[in-house]
């Protein structure tokens, strides 16, 4: 009956650390996959102990204004965008918009007038209003055009 008493006991020793490892193995798996994470992500601890959520920090912030990213470079014609022209058979209108990364100033809108064939009748250039653009920012333009069939913005000018 000892026997019996000291091979219980010294297999149980024996095989204590190996089940001990896959239990704690087998917990630190399930646990680690039903908790509930109660850390935020970004986050700080205070000198006594506090945790302090900086989750607004780590987000992603929205762009500001229409552009996402600015055009560097020293061609102003490509980093202003004409959109939203309207020609009403006096008038020539539309935005401009600076997509560099430099302040612009006195931005002209140059357009073309072509008649029923698409022939060129007149050319000339309107400045957007106001005169200085930040970048993102953009700007009018409005002026009084000869009479033609189309009338067409074919590229902006500007100083940084």
Known sequence: MIYLHLT???????????SARL?????????A??????EPFCYMKTPDGKTIDLGKLCEKQ?????????IPGSNIAAKVSIAATNYDGNFFSGKVLNQGC???KNVKVNYEVLDES?????????YAEPVTL???ESAAFRGE??????VQATHADGQE
Request: aromatic fraction near 2%.
């Open 8 to 18: 219980v006991a010294l297999s149980s020793l024996l095989m204590s650390p190996i």
């Open 33 to 38: 996959q039903n908790s509930e994470i109660d």
């Open 102 to 104: 430099q302040i612009i």
């Open 118 to 126: 698409g022939n060129l009748i007149d050319n000339g250039f309107i």
């Open 23 to 31: 239990l704690i193995a087998d917990a630190t798996n399930t646990i």
């Open 134 to 136: 930040a970048p993102g």
């Open 145 to 150: 055009v000869v009479a033609g069939a189309k």
């Open 62 to 70: 929205p762009s500001l204004g229409n552009s996402q990213t600015c």
